[in-house]
């Protein structure tokens, strides 16, 4: 007698407790595969500022000075610069630094360094790629014409008046950080000392708003410091002063980035260091001014 041997498959119940297993799992899964990918992405972006420490420093040995925060109104930033220390001496070359960012040829402005982008953020491939608004110059004289050029996520620190200048009506609001223009300082101007005073730190951007001005602006531009620059710690006519941005959504102009809790900066000694959001105004303060002199703890 031929006896048929019959194949037992998956049930109904069966293929969905399977498929609810495979869902847990991926779901137990996915936070940590971000949490390992934020790790990856904040190291990373450290080590961004870090190179931009680096060139800092090559230029500095150079010229016996730091940039200037910009060269003056409507022409290169100190991310101009430096590009011959980035490995970026093709970019570097097709600017005319006697000339304003609006004389410069589109591909002068538009180029892009992947240094100067935080991958937690976006990156030198993500759109927007260049300014969708901001570029526009501010004397008039060419135009209402807007010039898109390559954004970045890094600032330079101007210190806590949020000025980079020296001039009439300036009383109690001289620059007081590591950058101000026309003539960048010395290492030897830093009276705080090095590895007490902010360099370059990440730029605060509003969520949904890459791209536009005046907070997220061509880097190059130095017809507005917001473009380049952010200011940092207590106003010194007002108790009120310049926190790191605690939220995306935030519209000032603020050191902040987009790994949670946390803001990286890059110090005029060249090691970076990760401060809180929620980080006392008087340190931020400290930190941020060159010769204030005040003691600081630690942080």
């Known amino acids: 007698m031929r006896h048929t041997q019959r194949l037992r498959g998956f049930t109904l119940v069966e293929l969905l407790v399977v498929i609810g297993i495979i869902v847990l799992l991926m779901g137990l899964a996915l936070p940590a595969i971000h949490r390992v990918r934020e790790a990856a992405n904040r190291l990373q972006c450290g080590n961004h500022l870090r190179q931009i420490g680096m060139a800092l420093h090559l230029y500095h040995d150079d010229y016996q000075r730091l940039p200037p925060s910009r060269l003056s109104d409507r022409r290169a930033t100190w991310a101009v610069l430096i590009l011959p220390y980035l490995e970026q001496q093709n970019l570097f070359q097709s600017w005319n630094l006697s000339r304003s960012y609006y004389e410069q040829t589109a591909a002068a402005r538009q180029g892009r360094v992947p240094v100067y982008f935080c991958p937690t953020r976006r990156t030198a491939s993500s759109d927007p790629l260049v300014s969708l608004t901001g570029d526009v110059s501010s004397n008039g004289v060419f135009g209402d014409t807007h010039y898109p050029g390559a954004l970045g996520d890094y600032a330079a ?56 001005g005046w907070l997220d602006c061509s880097l190059y531009n130095g017809d507005y410091e917001t473009c380049s620059c952010r200011p940092a710690g207590k106003y010194p006519t007002s108790p009120i002063g310049f926190g790191l941005a605690r939220s995306l959504t935030e519209r000032w102009p603020l050191f902040g980035s987009y790994h949670p809790g946390l803001c990286q900066f890059v110090f005029c000694d060249g090691h970076v260091r990760a401060l809180p959001v929620g980080i006392d105004l008087e340190t931020l303060t400290r930190l941020s001014h060159r010769y204030d002199g005040g003691v600081v703890d630690d942080f």
């Open 157 to 212: 620190c101007m210190g806590t008046t949020g000025m980079d200048f020296d001039g009439p009506g300036c009383v109690g609001m001289s620059p007081n950080g590591a950058f101000e223009y026309p003539r960048g300082i010395r290492f030897a101007d830093i009276i705080d000392g090095l590895s007490n005073t902010l360099m370059v730190g990440e730029k605060h951007v509003p969520l949904g708003r890459f791209g536009y």
